[in-house]
């Protein structure tokens, strides 16, 4: 038996060594422990940096007296890294790992890092991640969303289709069958159920939210979601929330209200409220973000307003609620998933499923919606409520006949973001008065399916000052912009 | 959520593997209007939509 301990020696032990800062971090405070551990005190030290709660536990308790001191050695060695180490020691155990691994792998004929390993290297790190965000949301979002899937697609279907062949023949059937203008105009007036409710639905809002769909599940597949949570986790502290609130937030732009419960992944209910605070102010659904670049297609200027005022936003916004609402920050790590090639069945099955979900959610709201302006027409109310909005439109520099498509959002933003989108076919926005539309009905809350979910999630008061916060900012924010552009005499 | 058995899920974030009846199970605090047919991975909590009956008996016939 000894001798064949002494061919098979045991393995050797792997000490991953961390940066110097963390090194001497770890060092200092592993000298101000005086007690001995099962553990040793390197580690003892390291998972006090990472917060672990047992560790500090045991640490309280068999140091005694001394254990302020060492407390106060953590905060010490913390403040330099933004309050935590975790995410750093993670990512640096990670890397000892891949370093291992390489050097106990032999590769034929290959050498260097795999493209994979360093394009995931790429997607994370600061300097190259975030150029690498602003190309996705500028080839994902605005070149095939709005360009192509609100340009080109939405121009075949609603515009060749639906406004020269299909719309005219069924408004003659219809007319024909129902002589009474009153009730023909339920089903082809200007905001009837085939006129608006099956045209917006089908030939404007299914081909633009189509293209996000299968846009968003290009990234879900390649595993770049992941990456993008760990890319954000540090802005996401200075807000109050972790990485990990990326998954709520990512879901956001598909449908806001289901966000919300996803929201209850989150670990404190403090990171929670802002989120949900965040999602209804700052994110826009599926429906409205590809309207929105749809409507802003061919404004590239514009465009890259829009997303700077709205990242501007949630990130001011995010920070000033998280400085109103005390508390601990969640921690966040998690073991990065390879990025891989997106495989075209994944993609497909995806999409086909959230197309069909969000169909099959909107399409009898668009009928409904179609019903309620009717019948607002019929009595008078619609008119009355599109006056009532008149002076708030005039306020930020807008036209009255905007006016409409704002009444429509306050029922959901995508209804008022396709409002919009048929007042610009017309030609009734110029380049500034596009981007205070859009800015203004951005933020406003998603939807009365939304402002429920808040109100079960967080309570009614809550929902009822969420709600009586955004309306008024969204008009304030719409007011500010037409006065920075007038001063600034921007024509876009 | 009427869900096959045995249909096994990749969760698009962090790559767990599970049931979809156990995500399905994860994801039953929903309210929406008959359900959102979505599927949450009960590990990290990200949501994907269900894959449509119809679907699923394409795939499962040119498995077959």
């Known amino acids: ?492 | 959520m009427s869900v096959a058995k045995g249909t096994v899920v990749r969760c698009c974030f962090c790559d767990y593997e599970f049931d979809e009846e156990e995500g399905v199970k994860a994801c039953g605090a929903c309210t929406l209007f008959g359900g959102c047919r979505k599927v949450k991975c009960p590990k990290c909590g990200y949501e994907m939509p269900e894959m449509p009956k119809l679907l699923k008996r394409i795939l499962s016939w040119r498995r077959s």
Request: charged residues 15%; proline residues 5%.
């Open chain 1, 1 to 492: 038996m000894s001798s064949q301990s002494t061919l098979l020696p045991g393995p050797r032990p792997f000490s991953p060594s961390y940066e110097p800062t963390l090194e001497a971090a770890v060092s200092a405070l592993a000298g101000t422990l005086s007690e001995e551990y099962r553990l040793s005190r390197r580690s003892v030290a390291l998972l006090l940096l990472q917060g672990d709660e047992e560790i500090e536990r045991q640490v309280r308790e068999t140091e005694g007296d001394r254990f302020p001191a060492v407390a106060k050695a953590v905060a010490e060695a913390l403040a330099p890294m933004g309050g935590s180490a975790d995410t750093a020691i993670t990512l640096q155990r990670h890397a000892a790992a891949r370093s291992l691994a390489e050097e106990a792998i032999t590769r034929d004929g290959r050498t260097g890092t795999p493209l994979a390993q360093r394009l995931s290297r790429l997607t994370t790190s600061p300097i190259t991640g975030l150029p690498i965000l602003a190309l996705v949301v500028w080839f994902g979002l605005y070149q095939f969303v709005g360009i192509f899937g609100g340009g080109t697609l939405v121009g075949l279907l609603e515009h060749t289709l639906f406004g020269d062949h299909i719309n005219p023949w069924m408004t003659g059937l219809v007319q024909h069958l129902i002589p009474w203008r009153w009730l023909s105009d339920l089903f082809v007036g200007e905001y009837g159920m085939w006129t608006l409710g099956v045209t917006y639905a089908t030939a404007l809002i299914f081909p633009i939210v189509g293209t996000f769909f299968l846009a968003f599940s290009v990234l879900e597949d390649s595993g770049y979601l992941p990456r993008l949570a760990m890319l954000v986790d540090r802005l996401f502290k200075a807000i109050g929330l972790s990485g990990k609130a990326v998954i709520p937030i990512v879901l956001g732009f598909g449908c806001d209200t289901m966000a919300t419960l996803v929201t209850r992944i989150l670990e404190t209910p403090r990171e929670r409220l802002i989120a949900t605070f965040l999602l209804s102010l700052a994110i826009p659904c599926s429906a409205q973000i590809g309207v929105m670049a749809a409507l802003l297609a061919g404004h590239s200027v514009a465009f890259g307003l829009w997303a700077g005022v709205m990242a501007g936003i949630f990130v001011v916004i995010g920070y000033l609620t998280s400085k109103l609402l005390p508390g601990e920050t969640a921690r966040f790590a998690m073991e990065l998933p390879p990025l891989r090639l997106p495989s075209l069945s994944n993609v497909a099955v995806k999409t086909l499923s959230r197309m069909q979900w969000y169909f099959l959610e909107v399409f009898p709201l668009f009928l409904l919606a179609s019903v309620m302006i009717w019948l607002g027409q019929l009595t008078g109310v619609f008119g009355v409520l599109v006056k009532a909005l008149g002076p708030m439109v005039r306020l930020m520099g807008l036209p009255d006949a905007s006016a409409e498509a704002f009444l429509f959002g306050f029922f959901r933003r995508d209804y008022g973001a396709a409002g919009l989108y048929r007042l610009q076919q017309h030609g009734g926005l110029n380049g500034n008065q596009l981007l205070i539309s859009v800015v203004a009905l951005t933020i406003f809350l998603p939807c009365v399916a939304q402002f429920l979910m808040i109100k079960k999630e967080c309570g009614g008061r809550m929902a009822v000052a969420m709600a009586l916060f955004i309306f008024p900012f969204a008009v304030v924010v719409g007011t500010t912009l037409n006065l920075v552009l007038s001063l600034l005499g921007v024509r876009l």
